[in-house]
């Protein structure tokens, strides 16, 4: 979702910020623009639809020079994907601003701003916030009061960076809702979206907070807070290495990411494990006190974070026996719901910063929930700011939109949790100290089935020409099927749905044909006899089946039916080891229809509006 890179240096700074657009482009866009302002103190705008290297080839056409510049990747939400609508956006070459985030008062003041003469050239939300500033500074307004001044009158999210013609020596930034990191140099300053833009020029960072308001010059910074308060925000260094975000010899970052599982996996264990047991202080100091009162739990979380949450329902309540529900951020946040007592509010998150999840973390807070729990990967996010107890899950930066390793690093986070809750609920310890050993083989057992790759791109041929799959679980497999369908639709534009297989019969066996293939996740346990009747059922309809199944179950490869072998697993980690084929399928099918793997057409990796 939107990108901003922002920079007042002492050097030129189009290809800083040309560098970081690129290094946002993961997010999701499809416009890109930048403008900086010249020694003349001319501000000079480019923007183009499409790739940013389609941005930079226009500037290498059209040279930038300057050391004050905003830059922007736009995923259009008011407006369609245009040049007039890409950022930064001017008003009357005076001053000019990169947004992220959407103001739902706009039309209000769009109406009482083309009353006072403003004159619009595009249809976005973005562009009222320029022309307020704008008649800030008209009267007479210094650049930071007149952001304030503007900022008060908006309501929604923004991220913002702001540069003024008349005022060349700086750049004042604000944030609420959307996400904003500053980047501090040595005698320059920088904004972004994200970390992951800037590490080329300073690996120093301070993270705003909520209602900030930031007022940038080469050597100075003042930050006031949301009551206009003066304040300090500590300089934060990050440790993620420049490399991490490069693809390196891999064809593209989900590839890469796919096969990063295993080290993600024993990163996220490390240091959380004793020989038998699982350490609840990876939660926080209080955390164990705290799991012994809690008698429920709620997680909330959207995509592939959502289904994590639903894998995990089954060990919680299957475990722990502690009663779980799972439910999409963006339900539970508009419904009345019923808060349980001794209530654990667990938010799932990549990049914790997804506009539905937080706003439910946030209600939560208000709902008397005993405590509030982030699994989350990134440690500077709001979520993990926001939460009480959390556990970072140590996927290190993903950049393919498609999350792949964050989920495993997920599903190995909330089997953590299940231990630890499950000690103060009557968990024997010997179940721990057998889930443990399980824990500690994930590496090697996601290695052996990572050694499938090449299969997998085989198998992938038969997807191609088709338009529809259908993918079948049960159980906790049932998640691992919905992950999958997700995978594919994502990023190879096939339509695909799962399936509880128990469901067959209730109206997806009415689309089954030799057009129709199905995928069957079927490890060798209580449900398999059940789930090959439901197979049957399929067989039995002219459908193609694709089973994905543990090394020893017993079935044939006869016409119509293909047989994946994937080692064998014990029930309670085989969702991780059956996550990665349907990874893998998802990749290889997208790659054989040459779509844009890593940035799928009309989606965002991090989704911070509504
Ligand atoms: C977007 C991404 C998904 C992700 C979902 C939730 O849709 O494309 O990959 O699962 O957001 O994101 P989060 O960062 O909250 O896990």
Not at 55 to 69: A, H, I, K, S, Y
Not at 348 to 362: C, F, N, P, V
Not at 525 to 530: H, P, R
Request: hydrophobic letters at 45%; one cysteine or more; a negative charge.
């Amino acid at each position: 979702m939107c990108g901003i890179v922002g920079a007042i240096a002492q050097r030129p700074v189009a290809a800083i910020l040309l560098e970081g657009l690129r290094r946002l482009e993961y997010r999701g866009y499809d416009s890109a623009g930048i403008a900086v302002l010249g020694p003349d103190r001319e501000l000079r705008r480019i923007r183009t639809l499409g790739k940013v290297a389609r941005l930079r080839d226009e500037v290498e056409r059209q040279p930038l020079p300057g050391t004050l510049g905003l830059a922007h990747t736009r995923w259009a939400t008011h407006g369609e994907p245009a040049t007039r609508n890409a950022h930064p956006h001017q008003c009357r070459d005076r001053c000019l601003l990169v947004h992220n985030g959407i103001i739902e008062n706009h039309e209000i003041l769009r109406r009482a701003q083309l009353e006072g003469g403003h004159r619009f050239t595009s249809e976005t939300d973005t562009e009222v916030i320029i022309h307020a500033i704008f008649d800030q500074l008209a009267a007479g307004r210094g650049l930071v009061d007149a952001v304030r001044g503007a900022t008060d009158l908006l309501v929604g999210a923004y991220a913002l960076g702001v540069i003024d013609t008349q005022d060349p020596e700086r750049l004042v930034a604000a944030r609420k809702g959307s996400p904003l990191v500053i980047g501090v140099g040595f005698g320059e300053h920088f904004i972004a979206s994200d970390v992951a833009a800037l590490l080329p020029v300073t690996h120093r960072f301070i993270f705003l907070e909520e209602g900030d308001v930031a007022d940038l010059t080469r050597d100075t910074l003042q930050i006031w807070d949301a009551l206009g308060h003066p304040v300090v925000r500590p300089v934060r260094e990050s440790t993620i290495p420049l490399d991490s975000t490069e693809r390196g010899s891999y064809r593209h970052f989900m590839l890469k990411e796919i096969h990063e599982q295993p080290r993600a996996i024993a990163d996220t264990l490390e240091g959380r494990l004793t020989a038998t047991r699982a350490l609840p202080e990876a939660f926080g100091n209080q955390a164990e006190t705290l799991f012994a009162g809690i008698r429920a739990v709620t997680i909330v979380a959207c995509g592939t974070s959502y289904h994590a949450g639903l894998v995990a329902r089954s060990w919680i309540e299957g475990l722990a026996g502690i009663p779980c529900q799972v439910e999409i951020a963006s339900e539970y946040r508009y419904r009345r719901h019923v808060v349980p007592d001794g209530g654990l509010f667990v938010a799932i998150s990549q990049s914790g910063e997804t506009a539905d999840t937080l706003a439910a973390l946030r209600l939560a807070k208000e709902s008397g929930y005993a405590a509030l729990l982030a699994i989350c990967n990134v440690p500077e996010s709001s979520l993990v700011r926001e939460s009480d107890l959390v556990l970072l899950t140590r996927a290190g930066p993903e950049i393919g939109v498609a999350s792949t390793k964050a989920f495993t690093t997920q599903l190995v986070s909330l089997l953590l949790l299940t231990l630890v809750l499950g000690r103060s609920h009557g968990l024997d310890e010997a179940t721990e100290a057998r889930a443990v050993a399980l824990l500690r083989s994930l590496p090697a057992r996601l290695e052996e089935v990572l050694a499938l790759d090449d299969a997998i791109a085989r198998l992938a041929e038969q997807f191609v020409e088709k338009h529809h799959t259908l993918y079948l679980g049960r159980g906790e497999q049932y998640p691992i099927a919905l992950e999958g369908a997700l995978k594919l639709k994502e990023i190879s534009y096939i339509h695909a749905e799962a399936y509880p297989a128990g469901e067959l019969k209730h109206g997806p066996l009415a689309l089954i044909d030799e057009d129709m293939p199905v995928v069957a996740v079927a490890p060798n346990n209580a449900l398999l006899e059940k789930l090959k009747s439901n197979l049957q059922e399929v067989r039995a309809r002219g459908g193609q089946l694709y089973v994905f199944a543990d090394y020893h179950v017993a079935m044939d490869e006869v016409d119509g039916v293909t047989v994946v072998k994937l080692p064998e697993t014990d029930d309670l980690i085989a969702p991780l080891v059956f996550a990665i084929p349907m990874q893998l399928l998802a990749y290889h099918v997208a790659v054989l229809k040459g779509t844009d793997v890593d940035q799928p057409r009309n989606l965002a990796k991090s989704v911070t509006v509504e």
